[in-house]
Nanobody, 123 residues
């Protein structure tokens, strides 16, 4: 029903920048909160940043002041601008979206995940 496709990951040097994008497609009625998570090897997935449909944002303490989340509601796309990257930011980054769609006449609200994109920061 709904697909999330991420792009923008890659290899960058310490102090560099990357911009991740995540586009949602399918039979979408509305998208509520959207967010970015990350998961490093042998670690649990953790929230990096989220943004509500109204534009309210919040960030993990580890990325405050360096990362910026934004969204384009017309394009059903969320972005993560990552500056001043550090080796400890190395992870697979996942996009998440809280989506409402209709199945016949019934609204259904569900959580969707992207496939993940690798971000590697070299020291």
């Amino acid at each position: 029903q709904v697909q999330l496709v991420e792009s923008g990951g890659g290899l960058v040097q310490y102090g560099g920048s990357l911009r991740l994008s995540c586009a949602a497609s399918g039979s979408i009625f509305s998208i509520n909160a959207m967010g970015w998570y990350r998961q490093a090897p042998v670690k649990q997935r953790e929230l990096v940043a989220f943004i509500t449909s109204g534009g309210t944002t919040d960030y993990a303490d580890a990325v405050k002041g360096r990362f910026t989340i934004s969204r384009d509601n017309a394009k059903n796309t969320v972005y993560l601008q990552m500056n001043s990257l550090k080796p400890e930011d190395t992870s697979v980054y996942y996009c998440n979206a809280d989506v409402t769609y209709y199945s016949g006449n019934y609204p259904i609200r569900a959580d969707y995940w992207g496939q993940g994109t690798q971000v590697t920061v070299s020291s």
